[in-house]
Structure formats: structure tokens, C-alpha cells
């Protein structure tokens, strides 16, 4: 199961790093998702890219990356391909447009990572022209090759989120996002011996420092100078994270599911081949101090529009293998074609203020079931109690169906000959009477002295 981990890189910018799933990745294949790998003379490096071709699916390609051109990485170019001579065709310390396709025989199937930039409602570029967003790993030697290095400019557009992002109180409500290979399956599979590794072709034939990182960079261009149509671009680092390759937590995973014991919803956090409950006393016992935060985001979707109508956080302390038992109210169920519940389990370390975050989303159409009012039985106006009699026919015969027909030329019976053969059995049941407005009261008796004629006296 795919997992995120997010990273706050500045107070504007989250970003959010998509591990694939360890059992079952994301795979593309490059003899229709073709590599590019451009090398870097001015700082050792290696930048790697898919082609023009799958760019909408990958989002990672050289027309909207740049590239280190000075050792200490303060200058970039954007590798602009639309213009007449690209610019890694111009630099002579650049790999060509003409080599950098790589070939594999026989073609191999790549696991990709998913690299995600949200930015805060209302984000402006103050005081830059753009932002590079970078994806680097180590090689044997230490020098970092670049996975991906997107020149994301305050002239381009991001995506709209249809389901904002709420995490610490800010609303991240676009986002960027592209592929990027997942370093993880690259360094496992990794063979010095087998040059048609995608491990093997970036590294060029190193490998990867024992127990690779992933550092996530983000670098400001304060100054863009044009110079015969190419672009450079004059830059700081905004910040700069490291990553493990792999999610040390990817037994851990978010689970909404539909109750099979009522009408809600259950959320709560599972883990394979254990239980949530042990997981956490797992991180308690190395020294956390963990509470678990549930925040569940509700959005309808009308039309073609997603709006979020509710949120809500419930906390958690002990029991931790209790779900949480949740019904959403669905606000405008009348027209509404769909709702998503968007849930986003936190466990918050007070030892140390670090986070595990896992989502999962479930989506419904049975809108109506969950609308602002259960739904009723209709009774009428002035719902009436009926009187029901059961009345037995006359066991006299004159109720049986008679067969007129016969078989063949015998004719059938008559309804006076069936009803010579009736046997009429009796037979006798308490009888039971209902009687209405009975009473009963008190009321006080006196005892009267009577003598008899005979001088007897009765009391």
C-alpha cells in the first residue's frame, strides 16, 4: 500500500513524498515510459527525466527542469526544449539531446515514487520568479544525481485541489506533482554486474551509498537573466530535507470502512500482521509518548465540484483498537451525486513533536441514506390501528371447488357426493373473552348486629 510522508518546507509550501507500495508497486515499463539521463560536468552530478512523449502522465521532463551550471549550485539554466537549440545542447558540459535516451535490453519495469508539492490558499511567489523543486540521491562517491528538478515558475499554473489539504490549520488548497524512480527498488536491485539496471545506468556503475537517502530541496530564483533566449536563473536555498528511502512505518496504514453493524462509518488505524494497539506501544516503549488525532474531512461532490461541508478531529488516548464510530450528515443530499470522506490518522509524538501521518479516502453514492434527515415510513395524515377478524368458512362441503371435468368419459365428482365423504372432526378450545373498562374500588363496610326470632344472635 502506497504511504506519504510530509514534510512542511516552508510556511507556504508542503511537501508531500508518495513511497509506493514495498509488496505491490507502481511500475512503469520503459519501452513505453522511455529514461533520459543528462550528465553534469559542472558538478559531477547526473539528472534524469522521462521523455516529452509521457509527460502528462510522468510530469517529469527536461522542458520544465533546470540544471546546476557553477560547483556550488547557485546558478541554474532552464532546459527550455521549445526554443531553436536547447540549452544542454548548447552547454558543451552537458549531455546532448541526441544521447540522452538510454536503452535497456531487455526492456525492465521501473517502480516509481510520487513526488507532491502543495501550496497554501492564496500562495504568491514573494520576492521570486520561480521555485526549483529537487529530488536528490547519493552515489557511492557522495555526489548527489538528481531524480527530478522542476522549474516550477510564478507564470505557471498549479493544480486545484479538489480536497484541500487541512493539516496543522493551514488549507493547502493546489498542488504540483510528478513520478520520480523509487530509490528504494533502485538500490535493490542494484547489480555491478548487470549494466541494464536503471541503478546501474544513473550511477554509472557505482551504486548508491549503503542505506540511501532522499534529500528534498527547494531553491529560490531571486534573479532571472535572459541571454541569447536562454534563461539563468540566480538562487538560494529556501530548505532542504532528508528522507528515508523507503517508509519505516509501512506496515502502519489508514482504514475507513462502512459499518456492518449499522448505518456510520469506521475509522481507525491497522497494521499488517498486528494490531494498531501493539504498534503504539511499540513507539512508547522506545521512548514516545504517542496520542493518536483522527481528522476526518467530509466533501459532496455536485456536479462535477467537490465541496467540503464538514470537519471534524477526535482524539485518542487508550483503547486504541476501538474505532472510531462515525456518521456523516450529508448536506445537500437532495442534489448531491456523491460524498468523500477524507480521513488523515496522525499519531503525535509529545516526546519529541514528530508526526506519522497515513490517509485513506472512501468514496460513497448512497447520499440519501446519510442526508439531514432519516428516512420515514409514510403512514398517512392520521396513521389508524385496523382491526383484523379471522372468520372460518362453514365446514358444511359448500365451500369446495368441484372438478367438472372428470377424466376421459367419466364425469366428476358432484359437490353432494364430495360432501359425503367429508369427515368433519371437532374439536374444543378454551375460549377467551376480552372485557373493557372494568373497575374495581374500596370502599368501607359495616358489620350490623341481627337477632333472629328465636333469640339467635349472627354477627
Known amino acids: 500500500m502506497e504511504s506519504s510522508k510530509f514534510i512542511q ?35 559531477g552530478g547526473s539528472y534524469l527525466f522521462n521523455t516529452d512523449s509521457v509527460s502528462v502522465e510522468m510530469g517529469n521532463y527536461r522542458d520544465i527542469s533546470a540544471a546546476s551550471i557553477n560547483a556550488n549550485n547557485t546558478q541554474y539554466a532552464y ?34 515514487d510520487t513526488y507532491r508539492v502543495h501550496f497554501i490558499a492564496g500562495f504568491t511567489f514573494t520576492g ?22 522542476i522549474n516550477f515558475l510564478k507564470t505557471d499554473t498549479p493544480v486545484f485541489n479538489p480536497d484541500p489539504v487541512l493539516i496543522n490549520d493551514k488549507l493547502y488548497a493546489t498542488y504540483i506533482e510528478w513520478r520520480v524512480p523509487s530509490l528504494y527498488f ?23 551509498l549503503g542505506t540511501p537517502t532522499i534529500t528534498l530541496k527547494a531553491t529560490g530564483i531571486y534573479e532571472t537573466i535572459v541571454e541569447n533566449s536562454y534563461s539563468y ?3 538560494e536555498e529556501i530548505n532542504a530535507v532528508t528522507i528515508p528511502s523507503r517508509d519505516i512505518y509501512d506496515d502502519l496504514y489508514a482504514s475507513v470502512t462502512e459499518s456492518d453493524g449499522g448505518d456510520y462509518f469506521e475509522l481507525t488505524g491497522e497494521v499488517t500482521g498486528s494490531t494498531f494497539s501493539n504498534f503504539i506501544a511499540q513507539l512508547n516503549s522506545s521512548g514516545g509518548d504517542y496520542v493518536v488525532f483522527h481528522e476526518i474531512n467530509v466533501s459532496e461532490q455536485i456536479n462535477t465540484s467537490f465541496i467540503k461541508t464538514s470537519t471534524q478531529v477526535f482524539t485518542q488516548t487508550t483503547n486504541f483498537d476501538n474505532p472510531i464510530l462515525f456518521r456523516p450528515i450529508i448536506l445537500n443530499s437532495a442534489i448531491a451525486a456523491s460524498f468523500s470522506i477524507n480521513y488523515l490518522l496522525r499519531l503525535y509524538n509529545r516526546a519529541d513533536n514528530t508526526q506519522i501521518i497515513k490517509n485513506a479516502k472512501l468514496t460513497s453514492f448512497d447520499v440519501n441514506k446519510y442526508g439531514r434527515r432519516l428516512m ?10 385496523a382491526n383484523v377478524y379471522n372468520q ?3 365446514n358444511d362441503g359448500s365451500n369446495i371447488i368441484v372438478n367438472n371435468g372428470g377424466v376421459g368419459n367419466a364425469p366428476g365428482q358432484t359437490s353432494e357426493k364430495i360432501t359425503e365423504k367429508l369427515v368433519v372432526k371437532t374439536k374444543y378450545v378454551t375460549s377467551f373473552r376480552d372485557r373493557l373498562n372494568v373497575k374495581a374500588a374500596i370502599s368501607p363496610a359495616k358489620i350490623q348486629t341481627i337477632t333472629e326470632e328465636n333469640g339467635d344472635t349472627t354477627q
Not at 520561480?130 to 528538478?149: H, K, M, Q, T, Y
Open 392 to 394: 372460518l368458512a362453514n
Open 233 to 235: 536563473y540566480n538562487v
Open 186 to 208: 533502485m538500490n535493490n536491485q542494484f547489480n555491478s554486474s548487470v549494466p541494464n539496471g536503471l541503478g546501474y545506468k544513473l550511477t554509472e556503475g557505482q551504486g548508491f
Open 376 to 385: 420515514k415510513i409514510n403512514l398517512g395524515t392520521v396513521p389508524t390501528v
Open 79 to 112: 532546459l527550455d526544449t521549445s526554443i531553436g537549440v536547447p540549452y544542454n545542447d548548447f552547454d558543451p558540459l552537458l549531455t546532448d539531446s541526441s544521447n540522452v535516451l538510454q536503452t535497456f535490453s531487455p526492456q525492465i519495469n521501473v517502480a516509481y
Open 128 to 149: 521570486y520568479d520561480g521555485i526549483i523543486f529537487e529530488a536528490l540521491v547519493p552515489r557511492r562517491d557522495g555526489v548527489l544525481l538528481n531524480l527530478s528538478s
Open 9 to 43: 518546507i516552508s510556511d507556504n509550501i508542503l511537501i508531500e513524498y508518495i513511497y509506493t507500495s514495498q509488496s505491490s508497486p507502481t511500475e512503469f515499463n520503459t519501452a513505453t515510459h522511455p529514461i533520459e539521463i543528462m550528465r553534469d560536468g559542472h558538478t
